[in-house]
């Protein structure tokens, strides 16, 4: 009786073993999950925000610094039930909010309820002390301090861009992980183009906590721990003071004002009208304030001076007077009839030489240089005729640094266009056209755009005598840091410099006898060329470019006020008055300022 | 004395020991083990205390254990019947007897004297197992300590009492009650992880007409198959019925946690999930002593207690799970052994009731903190923290040790 249930049972402990270890096998050896699973329980992830690099202007002045702000992030795993009435009024939100942050919350793709979130992002520093006296009440929340940007003056908005919540996409799009959800990033300006730089490096500390989330001590012993790496600062060749003066006179106008120091193609100032306070989008007012703004019917988001395409009028005439010459169509001492009948011109002179024509900025005169230029006799036929000449001017042209994005160091430059064989060939569907379908580009109306800082850049090449550097507004990297290398190469036009010598020779008188007057300074020689762009039926827009002084120039500006009439009143009365305030350090001409700052042109 | 045993007893208890120390550690207040503010501090006085007990074990007459056998069942009984009346209540059971800051739980000492009362009357003279009367009479003596435990909420130490079936089927038991029980529950569990019911009387009835047709087409047996399906089906059909009515809510949810932890990982899977991840997260070889996270920064709840299995995963991993494996089961194949050679029929199902008792705390306890099993808080023998439970075990296995020395005294009788 009972013969084999001593063995039965034995096989069954055995069994019970055997069965234990295999299970404990897959669990321990085989599945890998339950070391994750143990870390983010027991690791805590303290992340340490680095400073964002400062911005400094050309003599050292701050222009962007950092300032404090607290935001609160959960852990969900460790909220505990709370008070919330006493949340919501601690935080100004309705319990309607309050849910809607908790739903929203768990409706994000990445949302562990392990792991630290972003609940309320930016307390301001008064509810910051507010809240920390009363969290202890709240478990699960914590704050995570962090810095915004600020501005030490309103103004370079447009340039300096602005910081905000790195996007969804631009996360997903984060091939390199450097990003977390709630990051910030430069969104515009030299925010975005310098962000490898200013953003520096992230600091993390692991810490062991227990269940209720008490901290345990170090990780390792800090092992895996890093220290945050400050962003590196940007030194600019801003200068903050012209900058504020070229703002303050550009107040209530539309249109840019672009100053290039020629020796080294730093910008000076770099204005756009109408502008707004960068402050506004920083920190915890961003998200209400962009929408007021980029919503605005002025476009203060539009940086005008790279991304606003005009033709560019009679500032013209000086490119194509110096194409001309190189090409050997005219001579300085050329001269030709103000026939009105072809073109129209303003009175009060006749059978001018060159200089004259561009001191008088003579419409008809230009014509035929173009013509010259254009139809050189080259083919029998008129139509290759113009198709050849037109592909030497535009390499000419193209020289200038028009037609074709800088290369500074901003996102969104425009080209603007000079126009090639091939787009007018697009422009006429093939059918044919020559000089008399295409003369327009003579005096920069027709098919051409120029881009304001194309116009600086050209007024710099001309006072540099034929060369430019890529206009710039980071100067460089670091305190201490060295010239940035792509803006020490210098950029030869096609164009032989005794040519440009006649356009400076001509662009003195501009200013001393001509369309240019306004812009007349005691002791500086300025060098100028006015423009006035049609734009029927608004008032024309009012340009003006120049550099002085004549000799060793130490800045060349474009302005360009739309609306705003001859580019005789507006464009060069603003450019005067800011090379006055650059150059002397103050201006001497208050009537002229009241004049730009009342703003009746006409 | 059987130095293998007491080998395995000596390991065993250093093992638990040190595992206790280490669930309670703090690496930021550095206490020492001994510090009888921890729990391991406190577990070595029982340990000392345990010493006591085989001292006075040994110098008690072999014979006392089956003479008094019913009286000390008695005496338990009685302890049990105080304890809703007197008793202290502990991390909501009231399960302990106290004197001052003293308590002790009876419950832990009536599986020593119910092991006793079996073996009493199973070595009884004329004794028949497969007579009924005699199989009621045992169910009884089980079921007396078993109900009075129930009566203090502490269904875990009452499910051991199960554990005796073991003895019975070694005396001789008709196993068809085993498996007859081990049905039951696999239908229970098969219901409650079915998320539709008809499937498995679609199953049910499937096996039905495929028996029908493979066998004899006798009238009789169609009948009782068909009867006997459909008890099983009313038996499916009053699964739900108990789960929502019979068990109380805290039950269901541990129902639930072994079904599917990962349905409410923070509430009623918190326990299973956090066990695993701490077994989990040792890998083949461990963190290291002292160096388990989940344990030591208390995401195992009870972790020097019913869940000490953790640390020995978590800090010594896989071979750390192998050795204190190995060593159970080596315990009990030695209990078996020393069982088996005993001259009495009272000694040896006195040691299939320790070898029983032993396994049913080592298998529900491992098996719970996998997963295998729902969560049922019993300890683990002689590892998990706590003074009367290591007493009870080690009460049990040194009555067996001390009958096993004094083996040739017993006048034979089997």
Redesign the interface.
């Known amino acids: 009786?009972?013969e084999g249930?001593?063995e039965i049972?034995?096989i069954g402990?055995?069994l019970?073993?055997v069965v234990?270890?295999i299970?404990?096998?897959f669990?321990?050896?085989l599945?890998q999950?339950?070391?994750e699973?143990?870390?983010s329980?027991?690791?805590l992830r303290d992340v340490e925000y680095p400073f964002r690099g400062l911005i400094y202007d050309r003599n050292g002045k701050l222009i962007v610094y950092n300032t404090p702000e607290f935001d609160l992030k959960v852990i969900l795993?460790e909220v505990k039930k709370f008070d919330s009435a006493k949340f919501c009024a601690l935080f100004a939100m309705s319990r309607g909010e309050l849910r809607g942050k908790f739903r929203e919350l768990k409706a994000r793709k990445e949302f562990s309820?392990f792991k630290p979130t972003l609940f309320i992002t930016q307390l301001s520093n008064y509810d910051y002390a507010k809240v920390q006296d009363n969290l202890d009440e709240f478990p699960g929340f914590y704050i995570q301090a962090r810095t915004t940007r600020a501005y030490t003056t309103p103004a370079l908005a447009n340039a300096l861009g602005y910081v905000s919540e790195i996007s969804r996409d631009r996360l997903e799009g984060d091939e390199s992980n450097t990003y977390r959800q709630g990051d910030y990033i430069g969104q515009s300006g030299i925010e975005a183009f310098y962000e490898e730089q200013l953003r520096g490096e992230r600091g993390v500390r692991f810490k062991?906590?227990?269940?209720?989330g008490i901290e345990?001590?170090s990780f390792q012993n800090g092992a895996y721990d890093t220290v945050s790496v400050p962003g590196q600062d940007l030194v600019t060749g801003i200068d903050l003071d012209l900058q504020l003066y070229g703002e303050f006179l550009m107040k209530g106008k539309s249109g840019s004002i672009v100053v290039i120091e020629p020796s080294t193609g730093e910008i000076l100032s770099l204005v756009s009208g109408p502008s707004y306070d960068p402050n506004l989008l920083s920190g915890k007012r961003y998200s209400s304030n962009f929408v007021l703004i980029s919503n605005d019917t002025n476009k203060p988001l539009f940086n005008r001076p790279m991304m606003a395409q005009y033709r560019p009028g009679s500032i013209f005439k000086i490119a194509q007077a110096m194409t001309a010459l190189q090409e050997g169509v005219i001579t300085p001492e050329t001269r030709m009839r103000c026939d009105k009948t072809i073109i129209g011109c303003h009175p009060g002179h006749d059978n001018l030489d060159l200089r004259g024509a561009i001191t008088n900025s003579c419409n008809p005169y230009f014509h035929g240089v173009f013509r010259r230029m254009l139809n050189q006799g080259l083919s029998d036929s008129p139509f290759d005729d113009t198709r050849i000449g037109l592909a030497k001017w535009n390499k000419h042209i193209m020289s200038f640094g028009f037609g074709h994005k800088l290369g500074i160091d901003l996102p969104n430059e425009k080209d603007g266009l000079i126009p090639t064989p091939a787009y007018y060939d697009r422009a006429y569907s093939n059918r044919p056209w020559k000089f008399s379908n295409i003369y327009s580009l003579a005096i920069g109306e027709g098919e051409n755009l120029v881009v304001p800082i194309q116009m600086a850049n050209f007024v710099a090449t001309i006072a540099n005598r034929g060369f430019y550097y890529i206009p710039h507004i980071v100067k460089k990297i670091g305190r201490n840091g060295n010239p940035l290398p792509q803006y020490t190469e210098r950029h030869y036009t096609t164009i032989d410099s005794a040519n440009f010598r006649i356009a400076v020779d001509a662009m003195q008188q501009v200013v001393e006898t001509g369309t240019g007057a306004r812009a007349k300074l005691q002791d500086i020689i300025v060098c100028g060329k006015t423009g006035t762009v049609q734009n029927d039926p608004m008032p024309s827009h009012s340009v003006f470019i120049a550099f002085a002084p004549r000799y060793n120039p130490k800045i060349a500006i474009s302005v360009y006020v739309e609306d705003a009439g001859q580019g005789g009143r507006a464009a060069a009365s603003i450019a005067s008055l800011m090379i006055e305030k650059y150059l002397l350090g103050h201006t001497q001409r208050p009537y002229v300022e009241q004049y730009v700052i009342t703003g009746k042109f006409d | 004395m059987d130095w293998v045993s007491l080998m395995l007893f000596l390991l065993l208890v250093a093992l638990g020991e040190l595992n206790i120390f280490a669930s309670v550690y703090d690496d930021t207040v550095k206490q020492h083990l001994w510090n009888l503010s921890l729990n391991s501090g406190r577990q070595l006085l029982f340990i000392i205390a345990s010493g006591v007990i085989i001292i006075a074990i040994n110098i008690l007459d072999m014979r006392f254990y089956e003479t008094f056998g019913y009286l000390i069942y008695g005496l338990i009984l009685f302890l049990l019947l105080l304890v809703p009346v007197i008793g202290k209540e502990v991390g909501g059971n009231k399960a302990w007897l106290g004197i001052g800051s003293f308590g002790v739980q009876p419950s832990e000492f009536a599986k020593f004297a119910t092991a006793l009362a079996v073996s009493k009357y199973i070595g009884s003279i004329g004794f028949k197992m497969d007579n009924l009367r005699t199989q009621l009479i045992l169910f009884t003596i089980i079921a007396l300590p078993m109900g009075l435990i129930m009566l203090q909420k502490d269904t875990g130490t009452a499910l051991v009492f199960i554990s005796f079936i073991l003895v019975f089927f070694r005396e001789g038991m008709s196993p068809f009650l085993i498996v007859v029980g081990l049905c039951a529950a696999t239908i229970f569990i098969l219901t409650l992880l079915v998320p539709h019911q008809i499937y498995l009387h679609i199953a049910i009835g499937t096996i039905l007409v495929g028996l029908i047709a493979l066998g004899k087409k006798k009238f009789k047996r169609v009948l009782i198959l068909t009867i006997g399906a459909l008890i099983i089906s009313g038996v499916i059909e009053s699964v739900d019925y108990i789960f929502t009515h019979v068990l109380k809510p805290h039950q269901q949810n541990r129902v639930r946690a072994y079904i599917n932890p990962e349905a409410d990982p923070l509430g009623f899977g918190w326990n299973v999930t956090q066990s695993k991840i701490a077994i989990g997260s040792g890998r083949f070889s461990g963190k290291g002593f002292l160096q388990g996270t989940q344990t030591k920064f208390d995401f195992v709840p009870e972790q020097s207690t019913d869940f000490i299995f953790c640390t020995i995963g978590e800090e010594h991993g896989w071979l750390g799970s192998l050795i204190t494996i190995s060593l159970f089961v080596a315990l009990l194949l030695r209990i078996v052994f020393l069982a088996e050679r005993q001259k009495s029929r009272f000694s040896r199902s006195f040691g299939y009731c320790v070898a029983s008792i032993f396994f049913f705390h080592f298998a529900i306890n491992i098996g719970m903190t996998i997963g295998f099993f729902p969560v049922i808080g019993i300890p683990l023998p002689f590892f998990s923290y706590g003074g009367s439970s290591l007493w009870g075990f080690t009460i049990l296995l040194f009555v067996l040790l001390k009958l096993d020395a004094n083996r040739s005294e017993v006048l034979q009788r089997i």
């Open positions: 009786m009972n249930r001593k049972v034995q402990f055995v019970v073993g234990f270890l299970k404990l096998f669990i321990q050896v599945d999950r339950y070391v699973l143990a870390n329980n027991a690791i795993k309820k062991y906590r227990n269940v209720k345990k001590g």
